[in-house]
């Protein structure tokens, strides 16, 4: 074979080799596409915490957590006696319920008192009562002399440090005078107080205390409110407790009426009167206008009474004799507790 012949040879050798490596080669299938997602149809699990505190978890249990979102403003409502939170979703608002737990009982002591009720305690003229309801402590005025109040709740084993509130009915020192007594052993209380009361007294007691001037119908805490300030001459709030058995209205002097403080506590909250406790202010009055007065308050349909302080030895008799049962002996020392049920003796 010439050199031409072994070279076209070679030449047709290879071209089938190609042809045949060519045959056997396979194409690559197309990669599958990575996974994009549906946002929204699997939402991610979130860790952020939710945005309003008080409640450990709104997300279900189960493989799908749901990403926890702000309350629309205005979607909180309560009533009914349990608690319970509820979320719904499907859209962007989300729909919260909460209702709280039932009424406690209120109990009120009576710290300071110029009438005499546990002899361990010092009577004197003035008032103040520890108010405990809702979890909450307030008191309502501080008597006239500090060492005698811190002396009475020592004795009583109540802590000063403990009161969350202080509401000041007015401006008379039988009722301010153990304010700054209280605030110099460390209690940090908010201090409810008239708008008419004096710059200078304001300012002293903004030094060591947060100094709120009330207004009518505001809320202290749950369940306690004020009448705001009442009155011409001298001018004074009350206390109104909201309770299962009614409204209880606490009052200091009473200086703008007592009847008139009780028409104002029936119309801010339109609920009937369970019980009247405090100094009613009828000491210097006849027994005819006495009588009116009683026959107000039967009227107006207050069911119980517990009179003290300034209403006088002669009012606080006739009381007793109108209301029989219903009348409740008040003086230093004194725990008066409304259970849902009503007075618990």
């Known amino acids: 074979m010439n050199g031409y012949g072994q070279w076209r040879g070679i030449c047709i050798a290879l071209f089938g080799i190609l042809i045949l490596i060519a045959c056997q080669s396979t194409v690559s299938p197309e990669p599958t596409p990575v996974p994009t997602g549906t946002l929204g149809t699997t939402p991610m699990p979130t860790t952020l915490p939710l945005p309003f505190s008080g409640v450990d978890s709104l997300c279900p249990v189960g493989p799908t957590p749901c990403a926890p979102t702000a309350p629309t403003p205005g979607a909180v409502s309560t009533s009914g006696s349990s608690s319970r939170t509820s979320v719904e979703q499907g859209s962007d608002e989300i729909s919260t319920s909460v209702t709280t737990s039932a009424t406690q009982p209120l109990t009120i002591t009576i710290l300071y008192d110029n009438n005499a009720y546990d002899e361990r305690l010092k009577a004197a003229w003035g008032f103040a009562a520890l108010v405990t309801y809702q979890h909450r402590t307030l008191l309502f005025d501080t008597g006239g002399d500090g060492p005698a109040l811190l002396g009475n709740m020592r004795a009583l084993g109540i802590d000063p440090a403990g009161v969350e509130d202080v509401v000041l009915s007015h401006i ?16 940090r ?7 008419s009361f004096p710059a200078d007294f304001k300012r002293q007691v903004g030094r060591t205390a ?13 369940g306690i409110f004020t009448t705001g300030e009442m009155g011409d001459r001298i001018r004074e709030q009350a206390l109104v407790i909201r309770t299962d058995c009614g409204l209880v209205v606490m009052t200091g002097c009473a200086h703008p009426g007592i009847v008139q403080i009780i028409a104002r506590a029936q119309e801010l909250f339109d609920a009937p009167v369970y019980l009247v406790v405090g100094g009613f202010h009828l000491r210097n009055k006849s027994k005819s206008e006495i009588a009116t007065i009683i026959e107000g308050f039967r009227q107006m349909g207050v069911r119980k009474v517990a009179p003290c302080h300034c209403t006088g030895d002669r009012a606080i008799a006739m009381f007793a004799s109108e209301y029989g049962d219903d009348f409740i002996s008040a003086g230093v020392g004194r725990i008066i507790t409304v259970e849902p049920s009503g007075v618990e003796r």
Not at 210 to 222: D, F, N
């Open 172 to 187: 008379h020192k039988d009722h301010t005078g153990g304010l700054g007594a209280l605030l110099a052993v460390g209690a």
């Open 189 to 195: 209380p908010v201090v409810y107080l008239l708008p």
């Open 210 to 222: 947060r100094v709120v001037e009330v207004t009518p119908g505001q809320a202290l805490s749950e």
